[in-house]
């Protein structure tokens, strides 16, 4: 089953979960990000995950984004900003037939969800979701990812594929 894992990643950590998710799948499948996950990476795909981090309780916003490159000097690490929002991806996938699923990484309390959203956007599309979203959590604002949550990441996305494998 040919699978892409499609992330926005600031501070590594829901690129650190999509390539997880990408092994959990198996050999076919390719995590990739946002701005990778274009043209003729699109091709034959069954399957996309999108995934991103919450943030502002929210899907990140391009305004979200802006305000993070202003004050990028104030982070313990500078953010990643150099590949688009997962939201402005959205906006640009062509619609399809395919399945998809979604994720994010997040602080454990927090209200809000990413998931949800893009896994909307992508019902909007026409693809047809298989299981439900999933949250992987950080210990703190910018990580690291609680330990265990690439183990529950990798048996996610072999969920994913046993699921996709089932149903043919
Ligand atoms: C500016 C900022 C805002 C955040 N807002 C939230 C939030 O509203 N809810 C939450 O659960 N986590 C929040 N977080 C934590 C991030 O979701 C978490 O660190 C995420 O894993 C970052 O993903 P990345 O490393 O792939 O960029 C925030 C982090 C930052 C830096």
Redesign the pocket.
Known sequence: MKAIVV?????????AVARAIAEGIGADARALSTAEAIGAALAGVELIVAG???????LPTES?LKG?ATNAAK?PTP??LSHPSMRAWLETLPAGSGRAAAF?????????SAAKAILKRLEALGYRPVGKGER?I?E????P?RTGELDRARTWGAELAQEMAGER
């Open positions: 992330y926005e990643s600031h501070w590594g950590n829901t690129a991103s981090p919450l943030l502002g309780f929210s979200m993070m982070d953010p990643d994010e990484t997040r602080i454990w309390w927090s209200p809000g992987f950080v703190g604002k910018y990580g990812l």
